[in-house]
Structures are given as structure tokens and as C-alpha cells.
């Protein structure tokens, strides 16, 4: 059974860096298009980077660009979140998210991973 698993979250102080991680065992990185989202307290879940195609172009939220950069591993199979300068308003739980090129209501979502950025 295929399934995504987040690491990495975690407490960080304004100004921070984090790097998120997702294992992605027996998903084609050429079939299905890698994101990270994340839901905020009383929030709902917005994309915060993500794969828009599987040649690698990148897309962001306006509120991370500059400072967050989603990268993939193709040996290991893991998709990385690296977030520097977080502030407060990224806290929030992170999701892993792979849905299929073609077939894009195949899609999957991994348990989410906390992070927390405060002093």
C-alpha cells in the first residue's frame, strides 16, 4: 500500500529554519505531482509549494515565496520542504500531497507533520 510520511516539524523561533521531509515510497515522481499544504489553526488548508510538472516547475504561495523551496529526491524517493525565516503565521499542520498527472482525482495525503514557530 502506497503512503506518504512527514518528518521534521517541529517548535521554532520568528526567524528560524526548518527542513520537512517526505518519504514517498512507490510513487513515480514522472506520474504524480508532489505539494506541500498546510492548515492553520481555524483555518482551512491551503497549497504552500508544490510540483506543477513533472519537468520540475515550481509553484508557491505568495506568502512563502522568497523564503520556503520545496526540492525532490529522485533515489530516495522524498520530497523536501525547506522553510527559512518562518514567522508566527506559518504555524501550522504540514501535509505531503501526491496526485496523478493524468488521472488528478488520484491523490494522496500524508498524516501531516506540526509546526510551530513561536518565541
Known amino acids: 500500500q502506497v503512503q506518504l510520511v512527514e518528518s521534521g516539524g517541529g517548535l521554532v523561533q520568528p526567524g528560524g529554519s526548518l527542513r520537512l521531509s517526505c518519504a514517498a515510497p512507490?510513487?513515480?515522481?514522472?506520474?504524480?505531482?508532489m505539494s506541500w499544504y498546510r492548515q492553520g489553526p481555524g483555518k482551512e488548508r491551503e497549497l504552500v509549494a508544490g510540483f506543477s510538472s513533472v519537468g520540475g516547475s515550481t509553484n508557491y504561495a505568495d506568502s512563502v515565496k522568497g523564503r520556503f523551496t520545496i526540492s525532490r529526491d529522485y533515489a530516495k524517493q522524498t520530497v523536501y520542504l525547506q522553510m527559512n525565516s518562518l514567522k508566527p503565521e506559518d504555524t501550522a499542520v504540514y501535509y505531503c500531497?501526491?496526485?496523478?498527472?493524468?488521472?488528478?482525482?488520484?491523490?494522496?495525503w500524508g498524516q501531516g507533520t506540526q509546526v510551530t514557530v513561536s518565541s
Open positions: 500531497n501526491a496526485r496523478h498527472v493524468v488521472a488528478r482525482s488520484n491523490m494522496y
Open positions: 512507490g510513487f513515480s515522481f514522472s506520474a504524480y505531482l
